[in-house]
């Protein structure tokens, strides 16, 4: 047997070890990613999205101005900012839907 044989063989018992390691973790999912894929609603589904909306050049630039500048996550703040307006121009739908 050649080198070049020795070597791809042992290459091939590699790549098998490896194949069977991804298979079997990806069988073994937590049971929290599953009831996520539970809860959410295909593409298809969906009549229109909720969050798809444009923000003004204008805005958009001062808000990379405050990211960079403060240093904070502005995704949580404006889920912040957004949950209090809500709760505050809808308080019914707002109790019944948000977790305080």
């Known amino acids: 047997m050649s080198l070049l044989g020795k070597y791809r ?3 091939e018992k590699e790549d098998g070890e490896e194949k069977q390691t991804r298979v079997t973790a ?3 999912e937590p049971v929290e990613r599953q009831s996520e894929l ?8 969906r009549k229109s999205p909720i969050v798809s909306f444009s923000i003004p050049t ?4 001062c808000l990379q101005a405050i990211r960079k ?3 904070i996550n502005l995704s949580m703040w404006v889920e912040k900012q957004l949950r209090e307006a809500v709760a505050q ?11 305080s």
């Open 58 to 61: 204008d805005l958009r630039v």
């Open 89 to 99: 121009e809808f308080p019914q739908i707002a109790d019944e839907y948000l977790e």
């Open 26 to 28: 990806r069988e073994i």
């Open 69 to 71: 500048s403060k240093a």
């Open 38 to 45: 539970l809860s959410s609603v295909p593409n298809k589904e």
């Open 9 to 11: 063989k042992e290459a």
